[in-house]
T-cell receptor, first 115, second 113 residues
Framework: AQKITQTQPGMFVQEKEAVTLDCTYD???????LFWYKQPSSGEMIFLIY??????QNATEGRYSLNFQKARKSANLVISASQLGDSAMYFC????????????FGPGTSLSVIP | ETGVTQTPRHLVMGMTNKKSLKCEQH?????MYWYKQSAKKPLELMFV???????ENNSVPSRFSPECPNSSHLFLHLHTLQPEDSALYLC????????????FGSGTRLTVV
């Protein structure tokens, strides 16, 4: 069975500091993709970054980078130089072939950026 | 605006009411999805439509009835709901059902009283 775990229900970070949001996953499928989405209070889910299981390098998108440790089955999101607008819920998600390409989501981490 | 528009943004309905949620995308995507987001629970996939055909029904109660009249529109018809159905209902679309990138709407906040 596929499963996503996010062990940090809430996190605080000082503005301009970096923060790491944890994500571990479980799948027996060798081919899968990992995503991070941001959900501000407005409700929409905003795609941030994607990592494929066969990608050799860790994904980066601007201030977002994904620390992919395949052997540990972890895909932590690192946000550098936090901004007040980064305050939101963050969801780790996974899509695997054996789950018929369904995207499953973790429970989320609430990030609050402090001025 | 993400390109996926959901209406209404907020809905309060009684348990005997019938209402519909609407999702619209003009991104040229061929797959559309309904997700339910309850408090303190992960997002739950409800339905998947690909090229206007339902390809997945994730054991959703029959009081939720989806409709996809064309590739740009997706509806979720609601009737005789329960208070535990109160949640944020998110619509998403992707180029194809196997596409890795989803575009989400802002959701409809549903409260059943």
């Amino acid at each position: 069975a596929q499963k996503i775990t996010q062990t940090q229900p809430g996190m605080f970070v000082q503005e301009k500091e970096a923060v790491t949001l944890d994500c571990t996953y479980d799948t027996s499928d060798p081919s899968y993709g990992l995503f991070w989405y941001k959900q501000p209070s407005s409700g929409e889910m905003i795609f941030l970054i994607y990592q494929g299981s066969y990608d050799q390098q860790n994904a980066t998108e601007g201030r977002y980078s994904l620390n992919f440790q395949k052997a540990r089955k972890s895909a932590n999101l690192v946000i550098s130089a936090s901004q007040l607008g980064d305050s939101a819920m963050y969801f780790c998600a996974m899509r695997a072939k054996t789950s018929y390409d369904k995207v499953i989501f973790g429970p989320g981490t609430s990030l609050s950026v402090i001025p | 605006e993400t390109g996926v528009t959901q209406t209404p943004r907020h809905l309060v309905m009684g348990m005997t009411n019938k209402k519909s949620l609407k999702c619209e995308q003009h991104l040229g995507h061929n797959a559309m999805y309904w997700y339910k987001q309850s408090a303190k629970k992960p997002l739950e996939l409800m339905f998947v439509y690909s090229l206007e055909e339902r390809v997945e029904n994730n054991s959703v109660p029959s009081r939720f009835s989806p409709e996809c009249p064309n590739s740009s529109h997706l509806f979720l018809h609601l009737h005789t709901l329960q208070p535990e159905d109160s949640a944020l209902y998110l619509c998403a679309s992707s180029q194809t059902a196997g596409e890795k990138f989803y575009t989400f709407g802002s959701g409809t906040r549903l409260t059943v009283v």
